[in-house]
RNA sequence: GUCGGGGUGGCGAAAUGGCAGACGCACUAGCUUGAGGGGCUAGUUCUCGCAAGAGAGUGCAGGUUCGACUCCUGUCCCCGACACCA
């Protein structure tokens, strides 16, 4: 064996050993602790591994290795999320078919992280586009569809043109993009499979506070499905004459103007009502300050009043000119893009309906507009506008001189005439001008009028979330095929699965309990949804559904996926009629399989099923998982990606939990327990590594030219975990120096005497106590997860050890490696003085740097010690007291709170206080502050003493 | 605009009420080496000073405390997410 530290000699000898040995095999629990300990998996590009995966590896790593030298039983898989447009981009760019091209990139991967020394369980690595694996992501499809969450419809959605598929809310960035390739989203109308999310958006709030996850996530999921507690209101609508008769009553009336009167002896039957808009509002209390109504383009009513047949025209003539203008408008804010309108600014645009509607509290007459700058999408899509109190009304009101009424007073007392922008009164405040509410703060006005208004029938309290269902089908070809068929035959006579009487399916869904739909929370599921006639889910048995192998998979302009093309695959029989029948063609997105893949690490023992193609899908081989296995191990207890999946991945496959809890398939309702994020690492010139600026770094060239262990002590010691950081090679190299001074150090057990290596006599009392203490530090930063400042503490540890060693022998020097100790005198290399540390204090050490450094610490435990078991099945070690005997102390001590001197005193004196003062006392430096002056002092025991100067004497 | 994170040497950073700058990088001087590289020893927050030492110092301004990077109030700046959400 070399003298040098020369990772490339032996770091493949122990990837080669620990998996013939199955070092890291996971066993069962047998009594132990469990501990599950997750990274999320990557997708697999032809790239390789970038150095940013390592980080969040590495980390995962070092705690599944302590908690393994801790006696837990460790969890710790990993695979490959292939499915999705990454990898079928990346497929079509190189004119390969992905199936082909998928299993290259995986052995890559496989190859890059055993190379890094990851203690995977190999023998769990699963791939999401394994027919094993995907028949259980289909038949889960299936259960989902059975529970009534699945549904089918026609809706205009987001489509990227350029990837030429349908996406989900979550995957169109805030500036209207694809979160993939970048390209601008356009609307689009296509049949999708939809999940309701939404009636578990109470439940994926609300348990987000058990979660020991990062503040910033945790925030971005509330305000992802960003629940509001507020109230619809309805406004009727008034016929023409009924409006002129309450404006010219208005206008004959001007002080009554000006004192934002309103009309009086109005009451709720003495108008006649053509129609009613409801508006959602979070503020009711400043009901009394509304002063018009805007309702989104795209709203219902527009439809009625822009339609000249419409019923609503008889009581209210509108001219041909207003209804061509309102059209106008209409046509041009619905063209507009979401950046169209963002580059716009936020300039308020709208027109004028004609029509009032009257508000039932006070009798004024509110206006109805048109704007765009009210969403459809969020609440009513009809608005009650207070500009007094919001200032997107109050532009809108100021734009078309729409009056302003002040109705609650801030902290400031000013309750002057609301005229400018900076006015606005959004804040806490008392009520004014609002007859019942006035002197009531805005909470409990807010609370007194949506009682009034439900007493009386106008309103009716809602709550309201920003989360929308999910949208789940997508027009590509590299994604699991839904499991359905569509049967016009059945259609044509309205069958669906539910109305469809065959006896053995409605029984299981009894057995599940999921037709009792009220036990889930604001489900109002339409299970009779027409859009749902003539669909009908593959037989179990029939799964898996296996994607085709084709040649031409590119994505077509059609709004359909490239399987359409494809009569063998489309074609197919009713699994309710037996007549001809149409799969379903669209694909699941690329979340699909990663909503529940932490639970099939869980499950997945191949030594029960051997074959796992020929395990067939049921709720029977379900259970049996789940029981033989997968409860032991889940929830996930550690958790590790990047912060860049919050409201994806995140939300997506919390949910899958949740319903799968409810068709009683798991009984825990959250699957990650702890997350950490892991920071970004850019290039050494602080931008991201790309391709095109020349500045990505490859971990096969980095460990190549440093070693495995140098490339993951480096990518832990850089920076906080979370933090991004840039890389840096003077740091890296920095931490290699650090390995090859182990490296040296360990050497001297090589030659020594036995008898020397263990003569507690020599060691030195204060490098056994620093031991100690890094050993405490390194335990507690790890599950801590600040593996920087353990990294810090080993070195200053292994600092000091040379340090003690030097000063013991002067002949030995050992941090320099030209100067070992083999060529030094061999009768001073051998004598006492030169061993400050035991054999088993050294052991004790080199097991604390394990986790970090799995191969420069087995080859020193095997090939140094000798031994024959590996030092990652080894116990970590605990900190033993040691008799310190009467060693000195030092003691800061200040004046007036400033560090003047410093005194020593023995261990066991250091209690005394007054003996530390009369230690302080003797130092010149700090008498000379005290001359003519009364103090009193401020002692903690051990820690400071702070000598307080309280006047001349 | 809202929410979250942050602001400490030349750089990455430590310290969560008790000696600010651990650890690493970089730098300086000396030693070692045929040279390069590497290694070793010492130093390295800033200002003044040959030194002993003194003063200042954790974005800024206040406050609490014997004592504040740490707690409180206000304020500025940077990063990230969301954003015309009624």
């Given at each position: 064996m070399s003298d040098k530290y020369q990772p490339s000699q032996f770091e493949k000898k122990w990837i080669k050993k620990w998996e013939k040995d199955k070092t890291y095999h996971t066993y069962d629990i047998k009594g132990k602790e469990k501990m599950y300990v997750l990274d999320m998996f990557p997708y697999p590009s032809g790239a390789g591994l970038h150095v940013g995966h390592p980080r969040g590896y590495t980390a995962t790593d070092i705690l599944s290795r302590y908690y393994r030298m801790n006696n837990y039983s460790v969890l710790h898989p990993m695979g490959w999320d292939a499915f999705g447009l990454p990898a079928e981009n990346a497929a079509v760019k190189a004119k390969k078919n992905p199936i082909d091209i998928v299993p290259l990139n995986i052995a890559n991967f496989k190859r890059q992280?055993?190379?890094?020394?990851?203690?995977?369980?190999?023998?769990?690595?699963?791939?999401?586009?394994?027919?094993?694996?995907?028949?259980?992501?289909?038949?889960?499809?299936?259960?989902?569809?059975?529970?009534?969450?699945?549904?089918?419809?026609?809706?205009p959605i987001n489509y990227c043109p350029k990837c030429k598929t349908g996406l989900a809310e979550e995957e169109v960035l805030a500036n209207g993009t694809h979160e993939r390739c970048g390209n601008v989203i356009e609307k689009k109308d296509l049949s999708q499979w939809l999940f309701r999310i939404t009636a578990y958006a109470d439940r994926l709030l609300k348990d987000l506070d058990g979660l020991q996850w990062p503040k910033g996530i945790l925030e971005m999921q509330r305000n992802w499905i960003g629940r509001k507690e507020g109230i619809n209101i309805n406004y009727r609508v008034l016929s023409q004459d009924d409006s002129l008769k309450i404006l010219s009553r208005l206008n004959s009336s001007r002080l009554a103007r000006l004192k934002q009167k309103v009309v009086q002896n109005f009451s709720s039957s003495s108008y006649q009502t053509i129609d009613k808009i409801t508006c959602f509002t979070t503020r009711p209390d400043t009901n009394f300050g509304a002063t018009f109504i805007v309702i989104a383009p795209e709203h219902g009513f527009v439809e009625k009043i822009l339609n000249p047949k419409s019923q609503i025209l008889n009581k209210f003539e509108i001219s041909k000119s207003k209804r061509e203008e309102i059209k106008k408008y209409v046509d041009q804010a619905k063209s507009k893009s979401q950046i169209e309108r963002e580059t716009e600014g936020?300039?308020?645009?709208?027109?004028?309906?004609?029509?009032?509607?009257?508000?039932?509290?006070?009798?004024?007459?509110?206006?109805?507009?048109?704007?765009?700058?009210?969403?459809?999408?969020?609440?009513?899509?009809?608005?009650?506008?207070?500009?007094?109190?919001?200032?997107?009304?109050?532009?809108?009101?100021?734009?078309?001189?729409?009056?302003?009424?002040?109705?609650?007073?801030?902290?400031?007392?000013?309750?002057?005439?609301?005229?400018?922008?900076?006015?606005?009164?959004?804040?806490?405040?008392?009520?004014?001008?609002?007859?019942?509410?006035?002197?009531?703060?805005?909470?409990?006005?807010?609370?007194?009028?949506?009682?009034?208004?439900?007493?009386?029938g106008w309103g009716k309290r809602k709550v309201t979330y920003h989360l929308r269902n999910w949208i789940f089908s997508r027009q590509r070809y590299w994604g699991e095929p839904i499991p359905m068929v569509y049967c016009q035959n059945c259609a044509i006579n309205k069958r669906n699965y539910w109305n469809v009487k065959t006896g053995k399916?409605?029984?299981?869904?009894?057995e599940y309990g999921i037709l009792n739909l009220e036990s889930i929370p604001n489900s109002k599921f339409q299970i009779l949804n027409s859009d749902l006639y003539g669909w009908f889910p593959l037989s179990e048995d029939k799964l898996p559904l296996e994607l085709p192998y084709v040649k031409s998979?590119?994505?077509?302009?059609?709004?359909?996926?490239?399987?359409?093309?494809?009569?063998?695959?489309?074609?197919?029989?009713?699994?309710?009629?037996?007549?001809?029948?149409?799969?379903?063609?669209?694909?699941?997105?690329?979340?699909?399989?990663?909503?529940?893949?932490?639970?099939?690490?869980?499950?997945?023992?191949?030594?029960?099923?051997?074959?796992?193609?020929?395990?067939?899908?049921?709720?029977?081989?379900?259970?049996?998982?789940?029981?033989?296995?997968?409860?032991?191990?889940?929830?996930?207890?550690?958790?590790?990606?990047?912060?860049?999946?919050?409201?994806?991945?995140?939300?997506?496959?919390?949910?899958?939990?949740?319903?799968?809890?409810?068709?009683?398939?798991?009984?825990?309702?959250?699957p990650f327990l702890r997350l950490r994020n892991v920071g970004m690492v850019l290039a050494e010139d602080n931008h991201k590594m790309s391709k095109s600026l020349g500045n990505v770094i490859n971990p096969d060239e980095v460990v190549k030219e440093y070693g495995a262990d140098t490339m993951?002590?480096?990518?832990?010691?850089?920076?906080?975990?979370?933090q991004e950081i840039a890389w840096s090679t003077k740091t890296l190299q920095g931490v290699?120096?650090?390995?090859?001074?182990?490296?040296?150090?360990?050497?001297?057990?090589?030659?020594?005497?036995?008898?020397f290596r263990i003569n507690k006599n020599t060691e030195d009392k204060k490098l056994i106590n620093k031991l100690n203490q890094t050993i405490t530090k390194v335990s507690q930063d790890i599950t801590a997860v600040k593996y920087n400042t353990?990294?810090?503490?080993?070195?200053?540890?292994?600092?000091?050890?040379?340090?003690?060693?030097?000063?013991?022998?002067?002949?030995?020097?050992?941090?320099?490696?030209?100067?070992?100790?083999?060529?030094?005198?061999?009768?001073?290399?051998?004598?006492?003085?030169?061993?400050?540390?035991?054999?088993?204090?050294?052991?004790?050490?080199?097991?604390?740097?394990?986790?970090?450094?799995?191969?420069?610490?087995?080859?020193?435990?095997?090939?140094?010690?000798?031994?024959?078991?590996?030092?990652?099945?080894?116990?970590?070690?605990?900190?033993?007291?040691?008799?310190?005997?009467?060693?000195?102390?030092?003691?800061?001590?200040?004046?007036?709170?400033?560090?003047?001197?410093?005194?020593?005193?023995?261990?066991?004196?250091?209690?005394?206080?007054?003996?530390?003062?009369?230690?302080?006392?003797?130092?010149?430096?700090?008498t000379k502050y005290l001359e003519g002056k009364k103090y009193r002092v401020i002692y903690v025991s051990g820690k400071i003493l702070n000598i307080v100067l309280t006047g001349n004497i």
């Amino acid at each position: 064996m070399s003298d040098k530290y020369q990772p490339s000699q032996f770091e493949k000898k122990w990837i080669k050993k620990w998996e013939k040995d199955k070092t890291y095999h996971t066993y069962d629990i047998k009594g132990k602790e469990k501990m599950y300990v997750l990274d999320m998996f990557p997708y697999p590009s032809g790239a390789g591994l970038h150095v940013g995966h390592p980080r969040g590896y590495t980390a995962t790593d070092i705690l599944s290795r302590y908690y393994r030298m801790n006696n837990y039983s460790v969890l710790h898989p990993m695979g490959w999320d292939a499915f999705g447009l990454p990898a079928e981009n990346a497929a079509v760019k190189a004119k390969k078919n992905p199936i082909d091209i998928v299993p290259l990139n995986i052995a890559n991967f496989k190859r890059q992280m055993q190379m890094l020394g990851f203690s995977y369980d190999w023998s769990r690595e699963f791939s999401t586009t394994d027919p094993a694996y995907y028949k259980w992501t289909q038949w889960l499809f299936i259960q989902f569809f059975k529970m009534g969450l699945l549904y089918k419809k026609n809706t205009p959605i987001n489509y990227c043109p350029k990837c030429k598929t349908g996406l989900a809310e979550e995957e169109v960035l805030a500036n209207g993009t694809h979160e993939r390739c970048g390209n601008v989203i356009e609307k689009k109308d296509l049949s999708q499979w939809l999940f309701r999310i939404t009636a578990y958006a109470d439940r994926l709030l609300k348990d987000l506070d058990g979660l020991q996850w990062p503040k910033g996530i945790l925030e971005m999921q509330r305000n992802w499905i960003g629940r509001k507690e507020g109230i619809n209101i309805n406004y009727r609508v008034l016929s023409q004459d009924d409006s002129l008769k309450i404006l010219s009553r208005l206008n004959s009336s001007r002080l009554a103007r000006l004192k934002q009167k309103v009309v009086q002896n109005f009451s709720s039957s003495s108008y006649q009502t053509i129609d009613k808009i409801t508006c959602f509002t979070t503020r009711p209390d400043t009901n009394f300050g509304a002063t018009f109504i805007v309702i989104a383009p795209e709203h219902g009513f527009v439809e009625k009043i822009l339609n000249p047949k419409s019923q609503i025209l008889n009581k209210f003539e509108i001219s041909k000119s207003k209804r061509e203008e309102i059209k106008k408008y209409v046509d041009q804010a619905k063209s507009k893009s979401q950046i169209e309108r963002e580059t716009e600014g936020r300039k308020k645009t709208g027109v004028f309906t004609g029509f009032y509607a009257i508000n039932n509290l006070n009798g004024r007459l509110l206006p109805i507009w048109i704007s765009d700058f009210v969403l459809m999408g969020f609440g009513t899509g009809a608005v009650v506008g207070v500009p007094g109190h919001d200032r997107r009304d109050f532009e809108f009101a100021k734009e078309y001189k729409i009056p302003v009424i002040r109705v609650v007073v801030g902290a400031d007392k000013d309750n002057s005439e609301i005229t400018k922008k900076e006015q606005v009164q959004e804040d806490e405040g008392i009520m004014i001008n609002s007859q019942f509410l006035d002197g009531m703060d805005i909470h409990k006005a807010t609370i007194k009028i949506m009682d009034y208004l439900e007493e009386k029938g106008w309103g009716k309290r809602k709550v309201t979330y920003h989360l929308r269902n999910w949208i789940f089908s997508r027009q590509r070809y590299w994604g699991e095929p839904i499991p359905m068929v569509y049967c016009q035959n059945c259609a044509i006579n309205k069958r669906n699965y539910w109305n469809v009487k065959t006896g053995k399916e409605i029984k299981k869904n009894i057995e599940y309990g999921i037709l009792n739909l009220e036990s889930i929370p604001n489900s109002k599921f339409q299970i009779l949804n027409s859009d749902l006639y003539g669909w009908f889910p593959l037989s179990e048995d029939k799964l898996p559904l296996e994607l085709p192998y084709v040649k031409s998979y590119e994505p077509g302009e059609s709004g359909e996926s490239p399987l359409a093309n494809i009569d063998s695959f489309v074609k197919t029989t009713c699994p309710n009629c037996g007549g001809p029948a149409k799969r379903e063609t669209d694909t699941m997105p690329n979340w699909a399989g990663s909503c529940w893949y932490f639970i099939r690490f869980a499950q997945n023992q191949k030594s029960k099923i051997k074959d796992q193609s020929k395990e067939s899908t049921s709720i029977e081989n379900w259970k049996l998982e789940i029981e033989n296995s997968a409860k032991n191990w889940l929830p996930v207890d550690w958790y590790f990606g990047g912060a860049e999946h919050a409201v994806l991945h995140l939300l997506y496959s919390r949910f899958w939990v949740k319903a799968l809890q409810d068709l009683k398939l798991l009984d825990f309702s959250e699957p990650f327990l702890r997350l950490r994020n892991v920071g970004m690492v850019l290039a050494e010139d602080n931008h991201k590594m790309s391709k095109s600026l020349g500045n990505v770094i490859n971990p096969d060239e980095v460990v190549k030219e440093y070693g495995a262990d140098t490339m993951r002590m480096y990518e832990m010691f850089m920076a906080p975990f979370s933090q991004e950081i840039a890389w840096s090679t003077k740091t890296l190299q920095g931490v290699h120096r650090f390995l090859i001074r182990v490296w040296n150090i360990f050497q001297e057990f090589r030659i020594q005497n036995l008898e020397f290596r263990i003569n507690k006599n020599t060691e030195d009392k204060k490098l056994i106590n620093k031991l100690n203490q890094t050993i405490t530090k390194v335990s507690q930063d790890i599950t801590a997860v600040k593996y920087n400042t353990a990294i810090a503490m080993m070195m200053e540890f292994l600092n000091e050890w040379e340090k003690t060693c030097n000063m013991k022998h002067e002949t030995c020097n050992i941090k320099n490696k030209n100067m070992s100790l083999r060529g030094s005198d061999p009768a001073k290399r051998g004598s006492d003085e030169a061993i400050p540390l035991t054999t088993d204090n050294a052991k004790k050490f080199l097991k604390i740097l394990a986790p970090f450094a799995p191969f420069i610490t087995e080859e020193i435990w095997r090939d140094v010690f000798n031994e024959k078991q590996s030092i990652h099945l080894s116990t970590w070690p605990k900190v033993e007291e040691i008799e310190m005997g009467d060693v000195e102390i030092t003691i800061p001590v200040q004046v007036n709170g400033k560090l003047r001197g410093t005194v020593k005193i023995q261990n066991s004196e250091f209690r005394i206080q007054n003996l530390v003062v009369e230690k302080a006392l003797k130092d010149e430096n700090i008498t000379k502050y005290l001359e003519g002056k009364k103090y009193r002092v401020i002692y903690v025991s051990g820690k400071i003493l702070n000598i307080v100067l309280t006047g001349n004497i």
